[in-house]
């Protein structure tokens, strides 16, 4: 690895898909995009999701469930397919027209419609089947049938207007102009807080360039709105990070909540977009108590070396100490729980919910004031 090629892409090659002319196509069904689907499409038009070049087919759709490879043998943790209900497409139909907001940008020409088994699919990448999971709820939701074929975009796929919008070409492009040779990405759906912080640090230490690349697909509705998120990490970057060493660009995914598999899903798109190592911390991905703390670490020793691509940067549970006066561990924090406060993005958002201050031992002042103004308006 070299740092003009960076990390080599999952499957060898960046698939990003370029926009086409439209082109007229009989028997088409115009349909209007879920936020799930646009954000999935977004992912495989911009590269992210490479290898995939359209949304999978039945045979990758069980591949991929049962033993979380691609027919072809590519490590993939989680289907990608479009979904829906058996009586919204008609048996004649040969493409669809995908609109967001009425407005075409791509089309997807019919080659198989398949049936899905929820339940499976529910169990093996959630490790439930309680629609009471959030993740889940939408799987049940979106129907049992899927459709693939080939894939058109005719306009910009862009799920977020900023300068922070980057695609994994233009990520790659900046690594390498800045001469980075190991590039390390963090992601949360949480506003950053103290903790946050903590692991970006020591990150830094062993790295030449750190990317902070927060979610901003769908999430679940109490989660923190995008733009609160977005301005929170502009002013801590403004204040307390090296401008030289630190890239901030957001991940237009959807969140699934599917802990330990979307971990992985997670630390491949990182690849893509061409970091070499990528931070995992505790319950990543995970959502109430239905994974371990430190399961989305686990899975990582499981798959076989060099099947991955990247480097997993673990890290335990950290807190604030009293005594230390600092954001710890329980590797560097020699002193009883009664000294530590616990830093979650959980706890922020409660916080914030019910108008409390957030103290300096949860965020930065400049950060818990942009979050606060957020709230209140």
Known sequence: MTSQDLNTPHGGILKELLVEPRRKLSHSVRWELTPRQYADLEMIAIGAYSPLETFMGKSDYFSVIDSMHLTDGTLW?????????????????????????????????????????????????????????????ILYSGGDRAVTGRLSIHAAILGYEGPEYLTPAQTRKVFKERNWKSVAAFQTRNPVHRAHEYLHKIALEVVDG??????????????????ARMAAYSVLLDGYYPSDRTLLGVYPAAMRYAGPKEAILHAISRK???????????????????????????????????ELGIHILKFEHSFYCSLCHQVASKRTCPHGTEFHLSLSGTKVRELLSSGKELPPEFSRPEVAEVLRRAYQS
Not at 81 to 103: M, P
């Open 77 to 137: 943790p989680i289907p990608i397919v479009f979904q829906f209900h058996s009586d919204q497409i008609d048996q004649g139909a040969k493409c669809l027209e995908l609109t967001r907001d009425s407005e075409r940008v791509a089309t997807l020409e019919i080659e198989e419609i398949f049936k899905l088994d929820l339940e499976l699919e529910a169990s093996r990448i959630y490790g439930t089947t309680s629609g009471d999971h959030p993740g889940v709820s």
């Open 210 to 227: 750190l990317f902070l690349n927060p979610l901003v697909g769908q999430t679940k509705s109490d989660d923190v709105p995008v733009p």
């Open 272 to 306: 893509n977009y061409g970091c070499t190592h990528f931070i995992v911390g505790r319950d990543h991905a995970g959502v109430g108590s239905y994974y371990s703390t430190y399961a989305a670490q686990e899975i990582f020793d499981t798959i076989p070396s060099g």
